[in-house]
């Protein structure tokens, strides 16, 4: 059978004498000539230390500057043999920080060398230097010819000490590239100072803890702990207490509470905070809004605990949420109270953090996409607009007293985007209103229900008309009143809208 392979692979560099290497190997079928299990590889992912080692590239362009580069970053003697060089390669020949080879290939400069790089924009010249590496025994990569080459090198993600590299086997660089950016960006940027600090510590535990199985077992759980959190968040100190705590076999005294935004619903609008954070909790309560796709996101052993309320629906009290909440935290939990939207935004966010403020514990605030901003996006109605809104006002459709809002001259003559949440119920309410409060009848307005997810629809037309035509509307849908909302139908036709449906006119 033959197949490509993607691998991905972890390593920390040498520190201290001592080197972990953790391996990740996925492969991507090519061709299916036989059973899954007959797998093999066309390259086995491995790290090679190339400190002082001599590497040889043959070819002065760009591509030998790039790949020199490289080489030099890894600690690598370098030598570039081409007839003429490029100015980048010039000047760190003129550094000192490589040799000049000139002239044509030579191919007696192979035997001197570890490893072997041709960069050259002649074919004839690149299967010379593969033949000669393959005779002389010394690993070749020929630039952009996987079949000529014993060696690939993939696309990097360096968080030095750790560094993850992807590579496709020589058929897909570009895949290869993409895969390199999503891991990048999902990478914490701190994670190559949570190696080295365990690094520092991996003696002190060979020592407390001797068995092979007993050091593993803590590790992972210190990995899931807050002692990472901490190195992550730059508080090594408190990460050594944390360590300490755990080795004394003591469980922290409170755990920590996080207010997490889960934006419109889409997981791919989840920040990668919010993210992080849910896959690292030992309990999410959560919103009756937050979907399935979200919560399955979660750690597969982390409690699910569904908090939310809806309208005209058997609902749990706040008070009930935030002693449930009070009550995990001082048990030591980590808490991920997941909200729909962001947490600040008629979310009740503020209350809960003064309970937790109140009681001395722990909490972190993790924004997310409000709806306001969510559904102007997805209906294409900016919020601001210098021409026609020179501000937004966020509102809600009721006061906490499930009574209307009253003062909506003032909301009338501000000249703002209005966005009403939880509005809906109350549409033809408050189209009435705002015409009371001097508004025409043919202020622009659109009503969004269930915003940035598949199903979503665009009720657009005016405040004298929509709350007859939008009143049987899916919920959650968010109101958006003024000049800018008469663009939705204008800028949604310049966006690949997919299968949203649109319910205009």
């Known amino acids: 059978m033959a197949m490509s392979t993607l691998a991905t692979a972890f390593i920390t560099r040498r520190h201290n004498c001592s080197v972990f290497h953790y391996f990740l190997v996925a492969c991507v079928t090519d061709k299916l000539d036989g059973p899954m299990t007959q797998a093999t590889m066309d390259h086995l992912p491995l790290f090679a230390d190339l400190n002082a ?72 010249t690149n299967a010379r230097i593969a033949a000669a590496s393959e005779q002389a025994m010394r690993l070749c990569n020929i630039v952009d010819d996987g079949e000529r080459s014993s060696f690939i090198m993939p696309a990097v993600v360096d968080r030095a000490p750790v560094v993850v590299a992807v590579g496709s086997g020589g058929r897909a660089p570009m895949l290869a590239r993409v895969l390199r950016q999503r891991l990048d960006a999902w990478l914490h940027p701190r994670t190559g100072a949570l190696a080295d600090w365990l690094a520092a510590w991996r003696q002190p535990l060979r020592e407390r803890l001797p068995k092979l199985d007993q050091r593993v077992a803590f590790l992972q759980q210190l990995l899931d702990g807050p002692a990472a959190a901490h190195v992550l968040a730059g508080r090594r100190h408190a990460a050594d207490r944390a360590l300490e705590t755990q080795l004394d076999g003591q469980r922290p005294q409170a755990g920590e509470a996080w207010l997490v935004g889960a934006g419109p619903g889409d997981p791919s609008l989840l920040t990668l905070r919010a993210l992080e954070l849910l896959q690292r909790a030992d309990a999410v309560l959560h919103d009756a809004l937050v979907p399935d796709a979200i919560l399955d996101l979660a750690r597969r052993d982390a ?203």
Not at 53 to 60: H, M, N, S
Not at 93 to 105: C, E, I, M, V
Not at 391 to 420: E, K, M
């Open 303 to 505: 409690e699910r605990v569904c908090v939310g309320k809806r309208g005209g629906q058997p609902s749990t009290a706040q008070d009930a949420i935030i002693d449930e909440m009070l009550r995990r935290v001082r048990e030591g939990q980590r808490v991920c109270r997941l909200k729909g939207g962001d947490p600040l935004v008629f979310a009740r966010g503020g209350e809960e953090l003064q309970a937790l403020a109140a009681a001395g514990l722990p909490f972190e605030i993790v924004p997310g996409v409000t709806a306001a901003s969510a559904a102007a996006a997805a209906a294409g109605i900016p919020l601001t607009h210098r021409r026609l809104a020179a501000g937004v006002s966020f509102v809600a459709g009721y006061r906490a007293d499930d009574q209307a809002i009253t003062d909506w001259a003032a909301l009338a003559r501000s000249g703002h985007t209005l966005a009403v949440y939880m509005g809906a119920g109350r549409l033809a309410e408050i189209c009435a209103a705002l015409r009371s409060a001097g508004l025409p009848a043919t202020t622009p307005a659109a009503l969004i229900a269930r915003a940035a997810l598949p199903e979503q629809r665009v009720y657009a037309g005016d405040i004298g008309s929509l709350g007859a035509r939008a009143a049987a509307a899916d919920r959650p849908a968010l109101l958006l009143v003024g000049e800018t909302a008469a663009l939705a139908g204008e800028l949604a036709d310049g966006r690949a809208r997919g299968d949203r449906q649109a319910a205009a006119g």
């Open 53 to 124: 080692r001599p590497c040889l590239i043959v070819g002065g362009g760009p591509v030998a500057l790039r790949k020199a580069r490289q080489l030099l970053r890894a600690g690598a003697a370098v030598t570039v043999n081409a007839p003429a060089l490029h100015p980048g390669i010039e000047a760190l020949l003129q550094a000192g920080r490589l040799r000049h080879a000139p002239g044509p290939f030579d191919a007696a400069l192979i035997g001197e060398h570890f490893l072997v790089i041709a960069a050259t924009d002649d074919p004839d």
